[in-house]
Structure formats: C-alpha cells, structure tokens
C-alpha cells in the first residue's frame, strides 16, 4: 500500500467505487460556501453533485434528482432546514436517506430538534474538510449497505415466491388427480399446506396398469430451503425407479439406500407408499416411519390406523421394508396425512393425536364427500385459512364409495393440489359420477 | 424440554421438538465430557417427540460412537413409545424399559 | 467591537492550513479571491436590513457573513459577524457595527495575498 497522501481519496472505503458516483445534493444559500462544499468533495472523487439555493429548490431537486446524500445548511431565507428535513422525510422513497445539516449551532435543545426533524447527522461550522468528507463516506456507505440488504431481501423473496411455485408443480395437478381417479374408480382429494414460503413434505401419484396406481407421501425433517431442495431430489429420485412402482418393499429399500448417501446425519424423511388395487379390492403398502394411515369403514362404521412400522429413509443403509396388504373394499376410504397433521398445535390448545384423529374420522358423517372430510379433520385438529403453520402438512384422502347410494357433491378448487381445501374456495362443481 | 443431570445419565422431560437443538447440543457435549463409557437417557418424563427431535438423538448417538461411549434410553412411554416403535428406533438404539 | 475581538487574529491559521491539505491551490485561490465580492454581498444585506429598521434580517444575513467567512478562516471578520448576529440589543446599534465591518473587511482583504502567499487575482 502506498503511504498515505493527504490529496488521495479518502482511504477505507470498500464500496468506495459507489459511494463515488452517488448522487450529492447541496444545499446552500451561500454562493462561495456551495462552491467550497463542491471544491471538497470534487477533490475526493465525489462528482454528482447539484446544487439548491433554498428549501424549495432543495424540495424540488430532492424529487427530480433525486439524490444518494442531502448537505443542507440550518438557515436558509424561504423554509428553514428543519422544516426541509420534516418535508423530505415525510416521503416514502427519503425515508433513509442520509441529510447531513450543517450548522454553527451547538445548543443542545436545537441538537435534539434537528435528529427529531429527521437529520441523520450533523456538520459544523466552520467547514472542516476531512470532517465532512468522512462523514459524507461514513453515510453513503451506511445507506448502501441498507440499499443492498433490502435489495437482497426482495430477491430472496422472489426466489422464494418462485421456488414454492416450482414446489407446488411437483404436486399432482388436480387434473392429474381426476385423471387417476376416474381410472381407478374412485375419488381423491388432497390438501398440502407448509410452514413457510417452501416445505418439506412431497407426495405424488404414480399410475400403475389395470386402473392400478401408488400413492407416496413424504416428510423430510425440519421445514424450509433444506427441506425442500430434499423434496425435489427424491421427486427425482422416485420417479428415476419406475420399475419399482408396483413393489412397495423394494422402493423404499431403494430410496433408502440412495438418500443415506445424500442426507447429512441427523436428517431422515418418512415415507409412506401404498398401491391402491381397486380391482382386486386391496392396498397393498410399505411404510418407513410415516405416521400411519387410517381407514373408514362404512359397513362397519368404523375408523382405524393400519399399523405398520419402518425405519425412516437416511439414516442406514441395507434396511429391508416389510410390504403390508389390506382389503380395501368399496365402502372404505383411506386417510393417509404427515405428522403436521396429528401434531399441529398453535401453543394452547392440545394437539389432536392419531387418536383424535381417528376417533374423529369415526364421528365424521359417512356421506361426505373427500374435500369435505379433509375440511372436516382440519377443523378438528385447529388447522384453519389464519392459522401459522408449526410445520408441512399433507393430507390426502382416497375413497372408494364412488358408487356411492346417496347422490354427493365433488367440491373442487381450479388451482393445483396446493392449498386448495382449506383456501380456495370452491369453483367448481362435479356430480358424484354415480349420481 | 427440560432436563437434569444425574450420576452418570440425564433425565429429560416435557416435550422434545426443534426448538430444543442448542439446549441439547449443549447437554450432548457436556455428557460427553465426562468419562463413563456409558450414559443413560431416561425418557420417562418426556411427553412428546417430534421428527426434529428423533434427528437430534441420531446425532447424539453418532457423537457418542465416535467417542467411543454408549447411549442408552431408558423407559420411552407414551406417544415417545409409539414414535420409537413406528420409525423402529428401538433397533437403532439400545433402548431399556 | 469589542475589546477581546481586537486580539482575534485577521486569518485563522489553523483553518487556512485545513483548506489547503483538501483542496488544489489553484481552486482555493480562486474561492479566496471571491472572498470580497461574497462578504460584501453579505455586509450590504446587513445594511440594506438595517435601513429598513429589521433587526431579524439584520442577524440573518450576519449569521451568513459569519459562515463564509469562518470556513474561509477569516476569522476577525467571522466573530465580529458572530457579535450582530448574537450580541445586538438593538438595532440602533448597527450602524457602528457596520462602520467596523467595513474596516475589518478591509483589512481582511488587504491581507489576503499575504495569507495566500501570493497575489490573488
């Protein structure tokens, strides 16, 4: 580094390159004073710069300038600097703006009036050049790094806006869903909501042949960017493993193996896979630490959760899954969710638990349609459109009563899966096809 | 979650969720300090457990692999039972009535 | 004037050397050699508000001589600025203040290549 040169810019300053094209707006009804003002800083590199001979040009030159940086002197003859300072603070776009005032006042009464007014800072008189050129740096530097955190924060949020988007394209269309549906004979509704902008849950529907199809929820530890850059790796991932579409077992071994290489320690996901065979009247599935799901029985009148355990994906490699079948007539449907569900809890009431969740779904009218089910269970367990959610939440309801006795409504959001229960509201609406 | 160190082990209670990751950071290192080559985790008292807190015991009990030492958990109960039966933590652990 | 304001020097040294250390020679010269027709502009308000019998006008436009002058370091003619501005009791008092200004000012001006080490143009 070269010694220091009383005439070379003012050293320290990292984003020195900008600070020196701001924009410096001098305020002055001195002529000789404006001149010296500007002599200073055109010595140090600052050459952007306007000049106001009053508080109203100061006024005007704020708007049509519009500067990095306000000098502006205490005194002038039409608007008095602190009623400047009131009027440029009292816009939107000046709110942080720096105005340095420069004033031979050193009551400590006008002191507190000038920072109330809006004064960032303050310069004596009379003018001592490295005050204000340090200053002047100090300031900009302070505003731009103010500038770049808020730019940053809108970029973050717009990335963000678009990752959920990229997220809820995972998702099953509901297009995609009736599409399913329709071949199978029966009906689906789904709700997936997350706890913040992107989430870590993922579920998906894989059509098998012969009106067969799979069905996959998953529920990556934590919530957030982690979480969800996990959901579009396993997106790929499930979708990589075709051939293992009709064996649940032998799935879950397989994304296990591949995740315990991708997943740092500590992280895991719950998966829950189910084959729903209308056909031959059975699901047949693999769990790997997915809370369990539950079917309704309406001849029966019952509700209960098959119980099935796993370990979760990622965390050791070689695990074998166990491949679960159970009758799924035609009067039954299924209530597969995530652990945002049973768990959901807004710090006072308690959560509603998988027997709470059962005993609802037992209490529930056996008419109603999915959608109103899901509307149902959500209710009950505190989830509403207001609420903050603690963490993902996924629930999905299949059901086989499409030939159904009672004639039903199908309610159904135009948007895709994503949060259409709870907050779309209906727009469409389709007879039950056996009505 | 709230817990109490006692001779050689330590005793947690409430509920065990991802809000509790520098809380049982910490204890999982101060456990680690301390020399026995076996340390228990009584679960008795603790209500709930969520997925953040299952994670946070595989790492406990990676950190205490790599040390050389033993975790044991003792007496889940409750919906703690049930998650360590549904994820089969029980063979991931040496889990004790 | 005061008796104390005797003892002020003409020029502030120490303010002069200020200048320097920021600002090109040629520039600063060139703002010196403004110092007159600037002041002056000043000192005629003050006369111009004194004739009109304004005594507020009177402190602003001293409160302006005061500033350029101070930043330029001409300090006997700042202070003496400071005293209308501050240490009026009225505005019979501005004549005499006037007839010292005009002195000092003079006396400023007539030191100002010294102080510049050169003549101004």
């Known amino acids: 580094m070269s010694p220091a040169n009383p005439n070379a810019p003012a050293e320290g300053a990292a984003s020195g390159r900008s600070s020196r094209d701001a924009r410096i707006l001098i305020a002055d009804d001195e002529p000789l004073t404006r001149k010296l003002l500007a002599a200073i800083l055109q010595a140090q590199h600052f050459s952007n710069l306007r000049f106001a001979e009053n508080g109203q040009e100061t006024l005007d030159l704020m708007q049509s300038f519009q500067p990095d940086l306000l000098l502006l002197d205490m005194q002038m003859p039409d608007i008095g600097g602190l009623d400047v300072c009131r009027a440029v603070r009292l816009r939107d776009e000046f709110i942080d703006i720096p105005i340095l005032v420069q004033t031979a006042t050193v009551n400590r009464r006008e002191m507190g009036d000038l920072f109330r007014a809006g004064a960032s800072d303050y310069l004596s008189k009379p003018i001592n050049p490295a005050e204000l050129v340090a200053r002047v740096v ?30 809820a394209d995972l998702l099953p269309t509901l297009a995609g869903q009736r599409a399913v549906a329709e071949t199978a004979g029966l009906r689906i509704a789904s709700y997936s909501r997350s706890s913040s902008e992107i989430g870590g849950d993922l579920w998906g529907l894989l059509p098998l042949d012969d009106g067969r199809f799979g069905v996959f929820l998953a529920d990556f530890t934590g919530h957030g960017v982690t979480a969800a850059l996990n959901t579009f790796r396993l997106h790929a991932l499930v979708h990589e493993y075709r051939s ?53 029985s309406e001849s029966k009148d019952s509700a209960r959760s098959f119980e099935a355990s796993g370990v979760p994906l990622g965390i050791a490699r070689g695990m074998i899954y166990e491949e679960h079948i159970h009758p799924f007539a035609e009067d039954m449907r299924l209530l597969l969710f995530s652990d945002g569900l049973p768990e959901f809890t807004n710090g ?32 009950a367990a505190g989830i509403n459109d207001g609420v903050a959610m603690p963490d993902d939440t996924t629930i999905i309801c299949i059901d086989r009563r499409a030939h159904c006795s009672i004639p039903c409504i199908i309610k159904t959001g135009l948007n895709s899966g994503f949060d259409v229960a709870c907050r779309v509201p209906a727009q469409e609406e389709v007879r039950c096809r056996s009505a | 979650m709230e817990f109490r160190l006692d001779n050689g082990g330590v005793q947690i209670s409430g509920e065990f969720t991802f809000t509790d990751h520098a809380s049982f950071k910490t204890m999982i290192d101060s456990l680690l300090k301390d020399g026995s080559p076996s340390v228990t985790m009584d679960l008795g008292q603790l209500q709930f457990i969520d997925s953040a807190g299952l994670g946070m015991l595989l790492l406990a009990r990676d950190a205490f692999g790599k040390a050389d030492r033993k975790l044991v958990l003792r007496a889940p109960s409750g919906q703690v039972k049930r998650m360590f039966g549904l994820t ?3 063979t991931l652990f040496s889990v004790e009535d | 004037m005061s008796e104390r304001l005797a003892d002020v020097p003409l020029f502030d040294d ?6 320097r250390e920021a600002l090109d020679e040629e520039d600063l010269a060139a703002m010196m050699a403004e110092l007159p027709s600037a002041s ?27 500033g350029v002058a101070s930043s330029f370091g001409a300090a006997r003619l700042a202070g003496l600025a400071r005293e209308i501005e501050q240490e009026l009791r009225g505005i019979h008092e501005v004549p005499e203040s006037l007839a010292r200004l005009a002195e000092v000012a003079e006396q400023t001006w007539a030191h100002l290549p010294a102080v510049m080490g050169r003549a101004l143009a």
Not at chain 1, 264 to 289: C, H, M, N
């Open chain 3, 14 to 19: 120490p303010q002069i050397a200020l200048l």
């Open chain 1, 244 to 296: 293992l579409h009709g064996d649940p077992a032998g799935l879950l071994s397989m994304l296990n193996d591949r995740l315990v290489r991708l997943l740092p320690p500590g992280q895991f996901a719950t998966f829950l896979y189910v084959i729903v065979d209308s056909k031959a009247g059975e699901v047949r599935f693999a769990t790997a630490g997915a809370p369990p799901p539950i079917m309704t």
């Open chain 2, 88 to 90: 089969k933590f029980d």
């Open chain 3, 40 to 66: 002056g502009a000043a000192i005629e308000a003050i006369g111009v508000a004194a004739r009109s019998g304004n005594l507020a006008d009177v402190q602003r436009a001293a409160h302006v001589l005061k």
């Open chain 1, 348 to 379: 006072k009431d308690d959560r509603i638990g998988e027997a709470g969740l059962v005993t609802k779904l037992e209490s529930i009218p056996q008419a109603i349609a999915p959608r109103e089910l899901i509307d149902s269970i959500c209710l």
């Open chain 1, 138 to 167: 100090v300031h900009l530097e302070r505003h731009n790094m103010l500038r770049e955190l808020r730019n940053y924060r809108e970029r973050i949020s717009s990335e963000l806006e678009a990752a959920r988007q990229m997220q």
